[in-house]
């Protein structure tokens, strides 16, 4: 066994991972029409319980709010029916899966949306974006600023009790990558003059009545992490270092009090919108209570590296989240103790394969 801190088991509240590998959320637009959640999808699933956690794919939360049109719901009695299909199956195979709850706000556009506007903080258009699905992918539209947050609040929490009805095990708010929840917690997204905006502390009012009302359903604050990428680069997204370094400090900290089973950290996406943070480094020693979770294009060597403390400020991680080696690898943490090789996945096939749904997808 090449890494035998990756294979050991990690306790998340009540719930043992069986190792320390963490299938990352992969988005693969493979979901049956009207975002249902299908017998391939529970096989795809099936495949990677090889993970001590899977992190779902992005679950949209209501008909607006989403840039891919086989992407799954969880906002409709046949979404939720689909959903269970897929956490049976994981449970029939020894893991574990959270749902991970997504809405992108101001990167969505009308026309995925029947004409409907998207959504945001406030009327801030972000930049640089196409939508490569849409004829002559065009670029991003100005959002319609969300009247009153709250009601957004109410639709999470709403997200929160189909996926405990669904079977997961958890869930994972999507506040990273420059979606709805980011959206708010950023100055320059966030134009806000009310109670939801302006201050580091009004800024991170959206992001911690989402995870309170998580809590708040679940009963138990151990099923509930959240997804953080403090240094941007994706969306449009990143603060200066100095700005990035108040609001995430304080949102983590408030996090860390509500005592949540993990927080996901995330690097990012190297671009020249992202700011020069290192993020484990920067927030890991801020987490006293829950998991730490880094998904950064880890290899074997270096999870193992950073599970033991090696290169990390502030102690060691918990557990390691690997994304696409999980599409070519079902059998990902038995490749990585072998020493067998990684073999890569066919990126022209992510998301889009029209003919044969399982090419790219459970063939591997």
């Known amino acids: ?39 391939l999808m529970a096989l795809y699933y099936s495949q990677r319980s090889t993970a001590g956690l899977i992190l779902s794919e992005g679950i949209f939360i209501e008909e607006i709010g989403g840039e891919w049109l086989n992407a799954p719901g969880i906002y409709t009695p046949a979404q939720i029916k689909g959903w269970q299909k897929v956490t049976n199956a994981v ?21 995925h949306q029947a004409g409907r506007p998207n959504v945001a903080p406030s009327a801030v258009k972000a930049e640089g974006g196409k939508f490569r699905l849409l004829e002559g992918a065009p670029g991003y539209v100005t959002p319609t600023p969300i009247e009153d947050p709250s009601h957004y609040v109410e639709i999470y929490r709403q997200a929160a009790r189909a996926a405990k009805e669904a079977g997961f095990d958890g869930v994972e708010l999507h ?18 003059t009310d109670a939801w905006g302006g201050s580091v502390e009004n800024r991170s009012r959206f992001v911690l009545e989402i995870v309170r009302a998580f ?16 240094a941007g ?63 950064a ?33 079902p059998n990902l943490p038995e490749v990585l103790q072998t020493g067998a090789e990684v073999k890569n996945s066919d990126y ?17």
């Open 215 to 230: 809590i708040a359903v679940w009963g138990d604050s151990k099923r509930v992490g959240i997804k953080l990428t403090p």
């Open 1 to 39: 066994m090449k890494f035998p801190t990756l294979a050991t088991p990690v306790q998340l509240g009540s719930l043992t991972l069986k190792n320390r590998v963490v299938m990352a959320s992969l988005t693969r637009n493979r979901a049956s029409p009207g975002g249902i959640p299908n017998d």
């Open 297 to 329: 294009g880890l290899t074997g060597e270096i999870a193992e590296d950073q599970l033991n403390g090696k290169g990390v400020q502030g102690g060691p991680i918990h557990a390691a989240v690997f994304g696409r080696s999980y599409i070519g690898n």
């Open 348 to 364: 022209t096939l992510y998301y889009d394969t029209a003919d044969d749904l399982s090419r790219g997808y459970t063939d591997y």
């Open 175 to 192: 506040a990273a990558n420059g979606y709805l929840p980011h959206q708010f917690l950023e100055s320059h997204s966030n134009k806000r």
């Open 233 to 295: 680069g994706y969306n449009d997204m990143g603060e200066s270092e100095e700005d990035a370094r108040k609001q995430y400090t304080h949102l983590i900290q408030e996090l860390d009090k509500l005592d949540i089973g993990y927080i996901q950290l995330s690097q990012g996406f190297p671009h020249p919108r992202a700011n020069k943070l290192v993020v484990l480094d920067e927030f890991r020693p801020l987490v006293k209570n829950a998991l730490v979770f880094n998904n």
């Open 91 to 111: 449970h029939e195979n020894n893991s574990l899966i959270f749902a991970q709850i997504w809405h992108i706000g101001r990167v969505a556009h009308p026309h």
